[in-house]
């Protein structure tokens, strides 16, 4: 309807031509949901009606005819769905482009905002890079920050926290689960810390929004971080939820048309906004089932690789979500077994930067050598994994430590 005279095709030479390589080889097997989950099906179908001149493509800041009034009655009931996946309310949930930004906002904002009553935070060396990032810059802005430490398990206690904080902290940043191992952090427990101290807790629940949240936890975090393509939702969205009290408060990092309570200028992207809506809405229709499921493959890929002499998993045993499994594998390089595992994605337990590869900082911090960490491989699924596809890949995995060891011997 509204492009009738498109543009030509572009030529060969004219733009971006390249084709994309998106083969993957038959049998592939895709276990790295920690990193990104695909969107489910019933995410996609709803946010392609918020595209196209057919759909519901207006902006929703434009509320003086339907097309805007559409898309607004749109963002208003995913927000609503955010709202109830972290069991808060509409009013406390901020738009942003991703968990990245949700963490920036809410720990510079926050820091900010609570300036004049200390310039101390806390936080873990086991936080997210966007964590630990923000710690580093508002470092540079005359802001102090303290590590908690955690035990050999990745957990962090409260007499540990305790320690770190003083009476001049302001803020806590701290991560309900862990991207790298799956360790749970007990957050109401330390939040209660962190609020007897009179200070502020954000918490980064991205791994932990499709997995874990529950009332307890959101309502200890003053400030909350979620992630859409971490939860069956399109990449690119995000929310932070800040609680009543701070919303007048916290500082925003974006400045423009005072969208979102005046904290995140910018038109919202209402199809990203109705994609992470309705994958919000899936994500507590199918908690207990998706949560079944993961602990099922959970429990097969545990019991086949430890058959095999040598392997054992990083974190903590215990309190770890099913669906993220961090397996060291001593004597062996996880580069080699990258190679040998080809067809299965996994993540290795480094992170590669530009030319040199580092041991992973979450595995360093949990007191693992050098060594261990770069034989370290995460395997982490979800709902659209089969049992085939992780016995699969276990298998494959047993046999490469084997083989590779042999190579070695
Ligand atoms: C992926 C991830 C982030 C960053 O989320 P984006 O939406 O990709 O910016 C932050 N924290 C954790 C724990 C993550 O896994």
Redesign the pocket.
Known sequence: MLNQNAAPPMKADQGITEPVDHTTGDGDIYLDY??TTPVDPAVAREMNRYLTGEGLFGNPASVTHQFGKSASDAVAIARRDIAALVYSKPKEIIWTS????A?NLGIKGGAFARRDRGRHIVTSPLE?R??LDCAKWLESQGFEISYVEPNIDGEIDGPSLMRAMRSDTILVAL?L???ETGTITDIERLGRVVHEQGAVLHV?A??GAARILDEGTAASADLL?I????MYGP?GI?ALRVSEGLIGQLVPQMHGGGHESGLRSGTLPTHQIVGMGAAARLVRERRYDDALHDAALDRILREIVEQVEGISINGSQVRRVPGIMNLRCDGVEAESLMLALRGIAVSAGAACTSAETRPSHVLRALGLSREQAMSSVRFSFGRFTTRREIEGAAFRLAESVRALRRLAA
């Open positions: 920690a990193a991703g968990a990245t930004e963490i997210h966007a964590v991560m689960v862990n991207n980064d991205v791994q971080s992630s859409g393509h971490k990449k995000g």
